[in-house]
């Protein structure tokens, strides 16, 4: 199938995508958390098909994922996921001429259309860092009736007579309050750290301004009024900058408990970074063998839904060891088909029925190698991949095994 032709990568998905639009339908808000990340295959020099990644000394192609998450961060699963060759601009092109082909900047935008107006009842915010500050991501959220929360990047003009851009109108808002962020280690590309881990005490500003009309466009953008939240770090670290949010978003900002809203929304943007983590180190997709990027887009479809139910996995398994109500095999039985259950239970040598969450996700760890002594940490994604992987085959066997259904589709 992974070298088939004719299976269209995007298909892959698409009952995935269509369930996670159902389970998106009765939860009044809803983050679509956007990211692109670059699938690196630098050292296979056989593949066919790649691109440029990174700053251009990389071979890969580039994938867009956009996740259901909720306020709380549950991840609900994907809603739409592309792949792209870098294009590489010809030599000379003029602003009216890549104006009017398409450009990367563009893939948010794409996305939000590929995920469409929200279901009835349901309002879905599209999410992203600074690479998703684009007047194209803002329109099309327009065009379709949702919501947006970006991560600033370019200091745009505003309409203002006295603080005529956005950074310099932004710190001249009065003090709000303040707020604790714990914040991750970051490293440059070449791996030092460029940030320490940290937990940051910020200032919080907010305001309504008016994005002034950008630069000639096509088609031609009006100015937009939008929400800004400015957080800036008071005392950071001697020689390390300090951490500066600036969100632009259309949800309506009127006091500090919204501005705290909007922040803690983007706070769970990290929910992405941790799935691309499953992807690659779990799924282990960027040590594929295959030797054409097609084939491995349909690879990627496959394990980007995999990550997703090994992420949901974790979490129940979580709750369930912070919340004895959860802990139960009835929790389990609605979050994991009825022979994946059996098939566990029987290698932990325990009825199906005594299964609960907390023993699922520790047996499945267990078969990927997981020792689980007293001075052992959680399994990591390696090993639950493993355990995974593992179980999927045996669960396949047995679902083989099993008498077919007289109104069962053989051929399906």
Not at 121 to 143: N, P, W
Not at 263 to 288: A, I, N, P, Q, S
Request: aromatic share 6%; charged share 25%; with cysteine.
């Amino acid at each position: 199938m992974l070298s088939n032709p004719a299976v269209d990568p995007i298909a892959i998905g698409q009952s995935h995508r269509q369930q996670t639009r159902r389970l998106c339908a009765p939860h009044p808000v809803v983050r679509c958390v956007q990211d692109t990340t670059d699938l690196d295959f630098t050292r296979r020099t056989g593949i066919q098909g790649l691109g440029k990644t990174g700053n251009g000394s990389g071979r890969g192609l580039l994938q867009q994922t956009a996740l259901a998450v909720l306020p709380d961060g549950s991840l609900l699963g994907i809603l739409d996921q592309q792949w792209h060759i870098r294009v590489e601009p010809p030599q000379g092109e003029t602003r009216q001429e890549r104006l009017s082909r398409w450009r990367e900047s563009q893939v948010w935008a794409d996305a939000i259309a590929a995920v469409g107006p929200a279901p009835e009842g349901c309002r879905i915010i599209h999410m992203g860092d600074r690479q998703s500050d684009d007047g194209d991501t803002m329109a099309q959220a327009e065009h379709e009736g949702v919501g947006f929360l970006l991560r600033a990047r370019h200091d745009r003009r505003v309409v203002d007579p006295v603080h005529g851009y956005l950074w310099e109108r932004m710190h001249a808002q009065p003090l709000a309050g303040r707020k604790e962020l714990a914040i991750g280690r970051q490293r440059n590309d070449d791996n030092p750290i460029k940030r320490s881990g940290r937990v940051a005490s910020v200032a919080i500003r907010y305001a309504s301004v008016t994005l002034a009309r950008p630069a000639p466009t096509l088609p031609p953008m009006p100015p937009r009024q939008v929400w800004a939240v400015l957080a800036c770090e008071i005392h950071p670290p001697a020689g390390e900058e300090p951490l500066e949010w600036m969100l632009l978003t259309r949800e309506p900002v009127n006091d500090l408990a919204d501005a705290l809203k909007i922040m803690g929304w983007y706070e769970k943007r990290w929910v992405m970074e941790e799935w691309h983590r499953v992807e690659k180190e779990g799924c282990r997709l960027d040590e594929t063998q295959l030797d054409d990027v097609r084939d491995i887009q349909r690879l990627a479809a496959i394990t980007g839904i995999v990550a997703v139910r090994l992420m949901q996995l974790r979490d129940l398994a979580r709750q369930a060891e912070t919340n004895a109500a959860q802990n139960t095999p009835q929790a389990l039985a609605l979050a994991v088909p009825a022979v994946w259950i059996a098939v566990v239970a029987k290698l932990g040598q325990l009825a199906p029925e005594a299964l609960t969450p907390s023993r699922f996700y520790r047996l499945i760890a267990r078969r990927g190698g997981h020792v689980g002594r007293k001075h052992d940490g959680p399994p990591g994604w390696k090993t639950l991949w493993r355990g995974w992987y593992d179980i999927s085959l045996i669960a396949q066997g047995v679902e083989l095994g099993l008498p077919a259904s007289p109104s069962s589709n053989k051929c399906g």
